[in-house]
């Protein structure tokens, strides 16, 4: 896939919706107190839980919509960080992103995501986890998928070895 926007674009969907696949069935086993989607939904419908179904299902979209914008922003900084440890990076990042969402809220004191009890913060570090590896390997499968792609052309036949002295070249 060529287009790096629609590479972050669809690792962020793709990685989004399993991370809060993970984090819902947490949520549902009495892991966490606070979903990811119940994060989403604080912000956008500007009160706490609980949420209608329709109301989760539209925080479950923006949700997603939100890991897209980071899968995009995090494949625009791979060319200055280069993709060496891709899988590191991305987790890196998955966890600066997740660190940052949660001081914000604290900080601001945004009503229904503080204190949040230790379970919680520990199911949203596995699901930030979860996104960043996720993210990392749709990227990887990405660029495999670039790299051979039965629509890019192939050469016709095996390129000529360089010659070896002055008399093998070619007027």
């Not at 660029?143 to 002295?165: G, I, N, R, W």
Request: aromatic fraction near 12%; hydrophobic fraction near 50%; proline fraction near 7%.
């Amino acid at each position: 896939m060529d287009d790096r926007f629609k590479r972050g674009f669809l690792a962020g969907i793709v990685s989004g919706i399993l991370a809060n696949v993970i984090d819902l069935l947490m949520g549902s086993m009495g892991l966490t107190t606070l979903r990811f989607v119940d994060w989403t939904g604080i912000v956008v419908l500007a009160h706490v839980p609980p949420y209608t179904f329709a109301e989760t299902i539209f925080t479950f979209i923006s949700q997603i919509f939100f890991t897209a914008v980071i899968g995009v922003v995090f494949v625009y900084l791979l060319p200055l960080i280069k993709s060496k440890n891709l899988f590191l990076k991305s987790w890196f990042f998955s966890l600066l992103i997740w660190f940052t969402v949660d001081g914000i809220t604290t900080l601001y004191k945004v009503e229904g995501t503080s204190p949040i009890p230790l379970k919680t913060g520990i199911t949203n570090v596995i699901s930030s986890t979860i996104f960043g590896l996720a993210m990392a390997q749709c990227l990887h499968m990405f660029e495999q998928e670039k790299a051979t792609s039965p629509v890019m052309p192939q050469p016709a036949m095996k390129p000529l070895d360089p010659p070896k002295d002055e008399e093998d070249k070619l007027p």
